[in-house]
């Protein structure tokens, strides 16, 4: 398996094989032969170390390549040099990036060889070079720094792409959240206005066929055009500068819509103001809510009531429509518009909650006066210091 050179890599590969004609400097002046074979072991160390460079740690072909290099190290040093000890760097660098066991033992394998050389001479009683002692645990105590920082260069290395890794993601799933949010936004304003064109477009529609009272379909259509109007002018001030959904028209255009859908409506609100971060997010929430009434219930009564309950504010949204039986039940309860209404409490620590009425009768007692037949709740809790401010 063949591995792909940085820049960095490539460069440092050519230092240090520049390197080795400084020893190859000192086989000048030997005998032909001697010079040939010290030559042709040079080279064939240096290419060793270059296939280190193209191959992953774990690779039987860089092991190969290191062992081939300690060999070659035990040659130059018993038939030229004991001096050539100083290139234990090379093997040392070959065996970093492999796992931290194999490059103990071959870090050992190489030490116990050269050792076992030295100790073979010594036997001999030959002469050590001037000096040799010094230079021998120099070079072992450099290949030992030198394993160690490479070893945490690599593991920054790696915490690094992992960070990078990890702000990537971070990145994307911020924007993913971010195009959610932009969606659910335009959904419920478009749903909100779109669904109270279509039913005034159907109230005109009916007082041309039934009681053909021109003036008052006039006045209907005449008021689809305004919508339709004030609906173009929100989408261009949301998409311009995302102005946040304000709770007092929220509340007044539910009203409109109830109104407009012949849906007899009892609204209270018991908040004065809400607090700043939690005025669109529960604006936005009531859009939603009164949409999926007028859409799928089939609701004739509804009730919204605002409260605060100790340190929670809540909204809660009934009607006596499909409830939990039948297609539009499903539709009104499970689909785009209550998950969007979660995901929007649950931003602001919250959770919306979709009851039969039944269960809402046991929770909550006497109101609404009518029996309702699905009740949508939402519940954020209010920090104390904002919480002093509402209500």
């Not at 080279?43 to 460079?53: M, P, Q, S």
């Not at 689909?335 to 009425?357: D, F, P, T, W």
């Amino acid at each position: 398996m063949r591995r792909k050179l940085g820049r960095g890599a490539m460069e440092t590969m050519i230092f240090f094989l520049l390197q080795l004609v400084y020893p190859a400097s000192f086989l000048f002046g030997l005998p032909a032969r001697s010079m040939a074979i010290g030559l042709a072991g040079l080279a064939a160390f240096g290419c060793l170390y270059a296939v280190t460079f193209f191959t992953p740690g774990k690779s039987a072909w860089r092991v190969a390549a290191c062992l081939g290099q300690v060999a070659i190290l035990l040659m130059l040093m018993a038939v030229f040099s004991m001096d050539y000890v100083y290139l234990l760097f090379y093997p040392v660098a070959t065996m970093i990036q492999a796992p931290l066991r194999r490059t103990l033992a071959m870090l050992a394998l190489l030490c116990a060889s050269v050792g076992g050389l030295i100790a073979v001479r010594w036997a001999m009683h030959d002469l050590f070079p001037q000096g040799f002692v010094y230079l021998s645990f120099g070079t072992l105590f450099g290949g030992s720094v030198m394993i160690f920082m490479m070893r945490a260069w690599m593991a920054l290395q790696s915490t690094n792409a992992r960070l990078k890794a990890a702000q990537d993601e971070i990145a994307r799933l911020s924007q993913a959240e971010e195009r959610a949010r932009i969606g659910r936004d335009l959904h419920d304003l478009l749903g909100h206005q779109l669904s109270l064109i279509t039913l005034k477009a159907q109230v005109a529609g009916r007082l041309l066929e039934r009681a053909g009272d021109v003036e008052r379909a006039r006045r209907e259509i005449g008021q689809i055009e305004q919508v339709s109007r004030a609906t173009l002018e929100a989408v261009r001030a949301y998409v311009a500068d995302m102005r946040a959904t304000d709770w007092g028209d929220a509340w007044r255009a539910a009203g409109e819509v109830f109104a407009a859908a012949g849906i007899h409506a009892s609204m209270d609100c018991e908040i004065d103001r809400l607090p700043a971060e939690f005025e669109h997010a529960y604006a936005m929430c009531l859009r939603e809510a009164v949409t999926n009434v007028v859409r799928h219930s089939g609701a004739r009564r509804c009730a919204v009531r605002m409260w605060r309950e100790a340190d929670s504010l809540v909204l809660v949204v009934a009607d006596d429509g499909a409830g939990g039986s039948g297609s539009s039940a499903r539709g009104a309860c499970g689909g785009s518009g209550i998950s969007g209404m979660r995901a929007r409490m649950a931003q602001i620590g919250g959770v919306c909650e979709v009851l039969s009425g039944h269960q809402w009768r046991r929770q909550s007692g006497m109101w609404p006066e009518f029996e309702p037949g699905w009740v949508v709740m939402m519940r954020a809790p209010v920090p104390r210091s904002e919480g002093e401010g509402v209500g």
